[in-house]
């Protein structure tokens, strides 16, 4: 079992940057790919970044390539999403996701856990 914890949303205006958190607990956090998923209002969940349990390999949606930096930090079980450059259209609610599979590396929703998300709203 893994409870995922974000924080680190809020209101940012259009070029800005935020920083999003991610605070695991349970005992096989470091064995889980970890990812970034959003939702817009009246959207669909999205794919956003991801990024295997060793740190090694990341992955990102085409949309935030060159704006949007992941990272863990296994020892304090928490997985970062850096965003700089952010636009209108990023404004969604931001969950963290789990995967023991670590698909989710390569873009794929095979989460086992999520978070209830933090809110990030980028004002034009």
């Known amino acids: 079992q893994v409870q995922l914890v974000e924080s680190g949303g809020g209101l940012v205006q259009t070029g800005g940057s935020l920083r999003l958190s991610c605070t695991a607990s349970?005992?096989?956090?470091?064995?889980?790919?970890m990812g970034w998923f959003r939702q817009a209002p009246g959207k669909d969940r999205e794919f956003v970044a991801a990024?295997?349990?060793?740190?090694?390999?990341?992955y990102y949606a085409d949309f935030v390539k060159g704006r949007f930096t992941i990272s863990r930090d296994n020892a304090k079980t928490t997985v970062y999403l850096q965003m700089n450059s952010l636009k209108p259209e990023d404004t969604a609610v931001y969950y963290c996701?789990?995967?023991?599979?670590?698909?989710?590396?390569?873009?794929?929703?095979?989460?086992?856990?999520w978070g209830k998300g933090t809110l990030v709203t980028v004002s034009s």
């Open positions: 996701a789990a995967d023991r599979s670590s698909r989710i590396v390569a873009g794929f929703n095979t989460v086992d856990y």
């Open positions: 990024i295997s349990w060793s740190g090694g390999s990341v």
């Open positions: 349970g005992r096989t956090y470091s064995s889980y790919a």
